[in-house]
């Protein structure tokens, strides 16, 4: 079960890797004929950058998050969010490193920006520990 949702969530980001390049026009991957290894993906998704932030995959998944987690405190300080702090929804493990759980909702945490930018692509701080991993 576990390796079929892996391979779900890695054909889901390798999909939107793919409606990324065709947006930047770059070469778009449907026409290659070779299945994308991890490595390939991920590669495909630091040269997307910023534009799988834009996406509205990744916009959907954010708000799911928001609601599930709550957006009014930081998972990590408790610090409460404003207008001037808003919420950071922050990959647990990096995309970078693990590109097939990019679009993962229990690969998600809620925290403020400071926290965010502390815990940098940090693997494996995990500060929902209250909260149960959900079906995907």
């Given at each position: 079960m576990k390796k079929t949702l892996d391979?779900?969530?890695?054909?889901?980001?390798?999909?939107?890797?793919?409606?990324?390049?065709?947006?930047?026009?770059?070469?778009?991957?449907?026409?290659?004929?070779?299945?994308?290894?991890?490595?390939?993906?991920?590669?495909?998704?630091r040269s997307a950058g910023d534009s799988f932030l834009r996406s509205p995959e990744w916009k959907e998944l954010r708000a799911r998050a928001l609601k599930l987690y709550g957006d009014a405190n930081c998972m990590r300080?408790?610090?409460?969010?404003?207008?001037?702090?808003?919420?950071?929804?922050?990959?647990?493990?990096?995309?970078?490193?693990?590109?097939?759980?990019?679009?993962?909702?229990?690969?998600?945490q809620v925290l403020c920006g400071r926290c965010n930018k502390k815990k940098a692509n940090a693997f494996g701080l995990d500060y929902r520990d209250h909260i149960p991993p959900l079906p995907a």
């Open positions: 391979l779900q969530n890695s054909r889901r980001v390798s999909e939107l890797v793919r409606k990324l390049a065709r947006r930047n026009r770059k070469r778009t991957l449907a026409h290659q004929q070779v299945s994308l290894s991890d490595n390939e993906v991920a590669q495909q998704i300080c408790g610090v409460e969010f404003t207008k001037r702090r808003r919420p950071n929804v922050d990959h647990v493990k990096p995309r970078k490193l693990f590109p097939e759980l990019a679009l993962d909702i229990n690969n998600l």
